[in-house]
């Protein structure tokens, strides 16, 4: 396969703190031999393992790259047995657009996974992923959350696996970070995810969705600042005491957990998350736009459970994720 066009202006073999960044070619109009420039962190002392922490995998996400670079300001090479690299703006040209998928290709970088070195920009950027940096990673730590069209309980998450040994590593890192919801997430499809790949590799991989509507609170970056802290003990890259809160564990059995919207139209939300419901309850109601009198169209939950993310927006069209309900354990 063909060498990737991505290069580093970091050390991944250095022993210190770097900071600096992968740089892409990208030639168009307002700069003819520019490049997209994606900031990078590593840190590395001794020997021990690596964890690679990521955010804005999608652009409109906020607490992972808020926590992460803090954390890049706040780290200390001396403090580390191993190798920590944190990436808080995935999917840059996202990033700094303030969307989810990138304003120049499209591209969605969560589901183009392994990428292609002679793909789109975004495909590019995976295929580095996949060919440099995973390889290096021993964790893998990915942030999520809403962003502008979801909001979800804030909850760390792992995946059913095959190799149940990785699954049971994957489990124990979703316990560590210790987000208040621990979930078992069912994908609504997990081909061409950055998770899958990881996944693929054997690594241990973890990822988040805290919160969501395209902003952070306190109270979101938080549980992300402590996710990183625990996981970075919890890999043995820190010394330290766990900080360990009560943790709901939820589990998503099957697509009945799903609700999606089959009309477009305004959304009233008839639970809210975090709340318990009974299969065949309304989650939430559609009303038309275009006419008074005309009845709206009702949604129920699948399943019992706690509802545990929405569709954000006010305003919904057909095909529209509008809720989720998770089982707790
Ligand atoms: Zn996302």
New binding site residues.
Partial sequence: MKDSPVSSTVDFEKEGIQHGFLKLPHSHDDSAWGSIIIPITVAKNGVGPTILFTGA??GD?YEGPVALFDLANEINPKELSGRVIIIPGMNYPAFQAGK?NSPIDGGNM?RVFPGDPEGNFTQKIADYFTRTLLPLADYVVDF??G?KTMEFLPFCAAHILEDKKQQSLCIAAMKAFNAPHSVMLLEIDAANMYDTAAENMGKVFISTELGGGGSTTAYTVGIAKKGIRNILRHSGIIKGDMEVDETLNLDMPDDSCYVFSETSGLVEHCVDLGEEVKAGQIVAKIHNLERTGSPSKEYFAGIDGIYTGRHFPGLIAAGDFLGVISVPI
């Fill in positions: 995998n999608h996400e989810r969560n999520h959350s962003g």
